[in-house]
């Protein structure tokens, strides 16, 4: 059985922060490179980070660089984008995705990945 769940978005003002969850079970995420993508209303899903897998090198786009950080907790097989600064733009519903790619740095085009939870939304709003 394989299952990748996010958790964690939610309503939050602008300048706040959110940490949210990619937690994996009937697989082991350390031998997974695991991407960030997020999807506003009407819009493209877009990736905005990802963790390399066996190793956890990070690699970020423009949008978010110095603002998130992703992690990974092998115990926990769980991967964590701690998310900082936050403004309107990043208000959309937020993906964990798997990708079998050892490139590094990891990319995070969409067509690599290959496995996908069921999003979580978060809303940045005063």
């Known amino acids: 059985q394989f299952a990748l769940v996010e958790s964690g978005g939610g309503l939050v003002q602008p300048g706040g922060s959110l940490r949210l969850s990619c937690a994996a079970s009937g697989f082991n995420l350390d031998f997974y490179t695991i991407g960030w993508f997020r999807q506003a209303p009407g819009k493209e899903r877009v990736g905005f980070s990802c963790?390399?897998?066996?190793?956890?090198?990070?690699n970020y786009a423009d949008s978010v660089k110095g603002r998130f950080t992703i992690s990974r907790d092998s115990a926990k097989n769980t991967v964590y984008p701690e998310m900082n600064s936050l403004n309107s733009e990043d208000t959309a519903v937020y993906y964990c995705?798997?990708?079998?790619?050892?490139?590094?740095?990891?990319?995070?085009?969409?067509?690599?990945?290959?496995?996908w939870g069921q999003g979580t939304q978060v809303t940045v709003s005063s």
């Open positions: 995705g798997t990708s079998a790619s050892a490139l590094d740095p990891c990319r995070f085009n969409r067509a690599e990945y290959t496995r």
């Open positions: 963790i390399r897998r066996n190793g956890g090198a990070t």
